[in-house]
């Protein structure tokens, strides 16, 4: 019988997330995705101590992600997903939580301090670290876009505002499951590109205005009669969601609804786990962001002329909704 695991047990598990995210980082996934290579083939490719490149070769057999036969590897299939070429790669993801890596190393400052010093805002991210986290974004919701599109109905609505809308991912589920709908996708304009090859892949462009700004500072595109924030509450400080809500209201057409996709904790913050652990995320990751519960979001909804504040759906997948209207 295998031994109980132990609070050191889980103290280690972070050995194995580094040397998974090394691969990732070198992309050994990918080249060994094109064809088995020596350790030595590999160091070469990959400008690598030889040494130090097959320590973690072989400790990723040992995780069952890669095969081997005498020096030359090969990728298991349970590694695929982390290639590049894969129709359901999440590769993007990863290296996502690459760059989560350095913030989550300044959490014991953050815990005395309040604040990662070392974190720069959202919108001041690189090219590198944006594209990450805009790819990371779709992987994280195109399963589960598709979910909450059926699971909310917008057959009586004629436009959606996207605010923040990445590369469209939820744009695209709710205008695949509403014929009617037309959208006007609203993110940075660094990211609006990419939105738009994903939108002329989906082959709804047509259906879909692309508008480039910062919703923090500009205003938003007016006349929809529906709104959308999707994963965008956790990474704002409360005071920026107020601002927020206030400026949503103002650019909905009378009687607009605004729809919020995140995790909506109870009022303990405790459930769902997974929403208590995030809000460290944003803690070490943001200047203010944190996981809200239910109370807290209706009070400043209603403070900026919202009504009919439902909790629609209880998630523990980043899946909460909260759905209501403008009434004043």
């Given amino acids: 019988m ?8 889980d103290l280690r598990a972070f050995m194995q997330s580094r040397i ?6 070198l992309d050994l996934f990918t080249l060994l995705e094109e064809k088995p290579l020596t350790a030595a083939a590999l160091a070469e490719r990959v400008s690598a101590d030889l040494r130090a490149l097959r320590r973690i070769l072989d400790c990723l057999v040992i995780f069952g992600l890669l095969d ?9 299939p349970a590694a695929e997903p982390l290639t590049a070429h894969h129709p359901q790669t999440v590769l993007p993801m990863a290296r996502h939580l690459n760059h989560l890596w350095d913030n989550w190393s300044h959490l ?19 090219d590198d670290n944006l594209a990450a986290f805009i790819q990371a974004m779709h992987v994280a919701g195109r399963a589960l876009a598709d979910e909450i599109a059926a699971d909310v109905d917008l057959s009586g609505f004629g436009c959606l505002l996207d605010i923040g809308g990445a590369t469209g991912t939820y744009t695209i589920a709710f205008l695949q499951r509403n014929p009617g709908l037309r959208a006007i996708l609203f993110d940075l304009p660094r990211v609006v590109p990419m939105a738009d090859r994903r939108l002329q892949e989906s082959g709804l462009r047509e259906r ?3 508008q480039p700004g910062d919703f923090y500072t500009d205003d938003l595109p007016e006349g929809a009669d529906v709104a959308l924030l999707s994963a965008i509450i956790h990474q704002n400080s409360p005071g920026q969601n107020e601002a927020l809500f206030a400026r949503i209201h103002r650019a909905l057409a009378p009687r607009g609804a605004l729809l919020i996709r995140d995790h909506i904790m109870t009022d303990d913050r405790r459930y769902p786990p997974a929403g208590a652990v995030f809000a460290i995320n944003m803690l070490v990751g943001t200047h203010g962001g944190d996981t809200y519960t239910f109370h807290e979001l209706e009070h400043q909804l209603r403070a900026c002329g919202f009504g009919e504040i ?3 759906r209880h998630g523990e997948r980043m899946d909460g909704l909260i759905w209501c209207r403008k009434t004043s």
């Fill in 68 to 76: 081997a036969a005498g020096d030359r590897y090969r990728l298991a």
């Fill in 310 to 312: 439902a909790f629609h």
């Fill in 108 to 126: 014991t400052a953050v815990v005395r301090t309040g604040r990662n010093h070392h974190q720069p805002p959202v919108t001041e991210k690189d």
């Fill in 20 to 25: 998974i995210l090394t691969a990732v980082e």
């Fill in 208 to 210: 879909v205005m692309l």
């Fill in 2 to 9: 295998d031994p109980k695991p132990t609070v050191l047990d």
